[in-house]
């Protein structure tokens, strides 16, 4: 029999795509689950699930019955810290458990974020799999526990588990109050002259972007190849201003506004520069990123520029 697939998070701005991607490639079922009772534009199989709940969990795994499982369901840091903890580290310990009570071998992979490493994290450039993580976030610090808890998954477990760690991730769709999406919106507007003036935040800082189809592709590569109870970076291996992207996308938008900078959207937290090293996920996997920065910038433009 063909392994079958759960992907959790299968409505959200990654989980679409690699359902998506994981239908398209066939040979095997692939069974999609996330809040919304209806999938949204998402063909194939369906369970709707709140991972908050230990018997909804257990209901879902019964259901799917999964030997592979992405675990991508989660809320952003933008939601309460309340919220954040609740949702990420209890739905995954829910999740966990289930699954371990299936009693059959499951191979899973759970989303980490750069966020996990905080200052401290990013002090030492380019950042390894083995960097302290001081997060400061309630975000960040509810990916770490979830990294912490699935490394400590023991050896004879029925659930072997897979962490990938994803630095900031581009492409059509990305939450628009998130830098590069927000930017580009506002260009929508003002490119329709519905706007004048873009509104940011600190243009000096630095980051490492990667497309999320390339980061469709990590995950893949690590659900077959991917060491249990390690970390992976899916990252570029470099960073890039943001002042220097938004003058791209201005490029592409054809518009160039008079730009005011908003203290508020300066977070006095955040790190000037982070970008990682993605040679652990090449050596175990071969994986490397296909699209150039450029390329994921003209997809979200030409995503933005159709949003009213």
Same mark, same amino acid.
Request: hydrophobic letters at 45%.
């Given at each position: 029999? *063909?392994? =079958?697939? !759960?992907?959790? /998070?299968?409505?959200?701005?990654s %989980?679409?795509?690699? #359902?998506?991607? +994981? ?11 996330d809040?919304?009772e209806?999938?949204h ?16 969990a257990?209901r ?8 592979l ?10 939601a ?7 949702v ?13 009570q299936?009693?059959? *071998?499951? =191979?899973? !992979?759970?989303i /980490?974020?750069?966020?996990?490493? %905080?200052?401290r994290? #990013?002090a030492? +450039?380019?950042v390894t799999e ?12 509810s990916k770490?526990?979830i990294?912490?808890?699935a490394?400590?998954e ?9 962490v990938?760690?994803?630095f900031?991730?581009?492409g ?7 830098v ?21 935040g600190n ?9 999320v ?13 991917g060491? +249990?109870?390690q970390?992976?970076n899916?990252c ?6 943001i ?5 791209a996308?201005m ?15 300066a977070?006095?937290?955040d790190?000037?520069?982070?970008y990682?090293d993605?040679?652990k ?5 071969g994986?490397q ?7 994921s ?12």
């Amino acid at each position: 029999m *063909p392994p =079958r697939v !759960l992907v959790t /998070g299968a409505n959200g701005f990654s %989980g679409r795509r690699l #359902a998506a991607a +994981l239908r398209a490639a066939g040979g095997h079922p692939v069974i999609g689950s996330d809040l919304a009772e209806e999938p949204h534009a998402l063909a194939g199989e369906y369970l709707a699930c709140d991972l908050t709940d230990p018997l909804a969990a257990e209901r879902l795994v019964a259901l799917a019955q999964p030997d592979l499982v992405y675990h991508l369901a989660g809320v952003t840091n933008f939601a309460p810290a309340e919220v954040i903890g609740r949702v990420n580290v209890g739905g995954f310990s829910n999740l966990c458990r289930a699954l371990r009570q299936s009693g059959r *071998p499951i =191979r899973m !992979l759970t989303i /980490g974020s750069a966020a996990e490493l %905080g200052q401290r994290g #990013a002090a030492r +450039l380019p950042v390894t799999e083995e960097a302290p993580c001081q997060p400061d976030s309630p975000y960040g610090e509810s990916k770490a526990q979830i990294t912490q808890l699935a490394l400590a998954e023991p050896d004879d477990s029925s659930l072997g588990i897979v962490v990938v760690r994803p630095f900031n991730l581009i492409g059509p769709g990305m939450d628009p109050r998130l830098v590069l999406a927000n930017f580009a919106l506002q260009l929508g507007r003002i490119a329709r002259r519905q706007a004048e003036t873009l509104r940011c935040g600190n243009l000096d800082s630095r980051r490492d972007f990667v497309d999320v189809r390339d980061a469709v592709a990590a995950y893949v590569a690590l659900m077959r190849h991917g060491r +249990l109870r390690q970390i992976y970076n899916v990252c570029a291996g470099k960073s890039h201003r943001i002042g220097d992207l938004l003058d791209a996308l201005m490029t592409l938008a054809g518009v160039h506004p008079r730009i005011e900078v908003d203290a508020v959207r300066a977070r006095a937290s955040d790190v000037s520069d982070i970008y990682g090293d993605r040679s652990k996920i090449a050596r175990d996997t071969g994986w490397q990123p296909a699209l150039s920065i450029a390329e994921s910038l003209d997809a979200l433009w030409a995503w933005a520029r159709t949003q009213t």
